[in-house]
């Protein structure tokens, strides 16, 4: 079982996270911002993940140390859990449409990493939820989880559907991606390494 818990404590947040790869999509998360876990939500579900997210922030201040670290605590977990990467598919790009708008995620589980965040036109908020933190989540993500990932939204006008589309894309590229593939020997790479 590719699973890992991560517990991270700091002056703004108290983490306790449970990842588990080759999950069912169950979910238990309670960031106490309700978007935010809208989103968790749609991301374990559509790919087929198991999480467990308890997050104390400091959310009497705003949502963004609370969701930067839950997306910092998840990368952290995802790349202990993918341990050596030996037999994965390792990259993986799918397109999510919802009504008007569309996403496009395009990853690789490559040990480098690195985000591309291309959206425009996201209102500033959704309900109390500050937008711009959908990139902080991704920044915290891939800096920790080791993964190259580029997040394309070329239209939409509907800010909740740019982003859930931006969530679901996100999940089913990495389901594909870490999954076992038998025709992989070793590590999918010419370097031997990842």
């Known amino acids: 079982m590719r699973q890992h818990s991560i517990k991270r404590n700091t002056a703004e947040t108290k983490i306790n996270l449970d990842f588990s790869i080759d999950g069912t999509g169950e979910v238990n998360v309670n960031t106490k911002i309700g978007f935010l876990d809208h989103m968790l939500t749609l991301f374990t579900s559509h790919g087929l993940f198991d999480l467990t997210v308890e997050c104390d922030g400091d959310i009497e201040v705003d949502y963004h140390h609370s969701t930067e670290d839950v997306g910092i605590a998840l990368g952290q977990a995802f790349k202990e859990a993918i341990g050596n990467k030996e037999g994965i598919t390792r990259y993986a790009s799918f397109t999510v449409p919802m009504d008007e708008t569309i996403a496009t995620v395009d990853l690789d589980i490559s ?12 209102k500033d908020k959704v309900g109390s939820f500050d937008t711009e933190l959908v990139e902080e989540f991704f ?20 800010t909740h559907h740019m982003i859930e589309a931006i969530f679901k894309a ?25």
Do not use: C, W
């Open 170 to 194: 996100f999940a089913r590229a990495l389901d594909q991606a870490s999954m076992k593939n038998s025709r992989v020997k070793g590590v999918p790479s010419t370097k031997g390494l990842l």
């Open 139 to 158: 920044v915290g993500f891939t800096n920790h989880a080791g993964v190259t990932l580029h997040i394309n939204v070329p239209y939409g006008r509907n």
């Open 111 to 122: 040990g480098r990493s690195f985000l591309v965040y291309n959206v425009e036109g996201l």
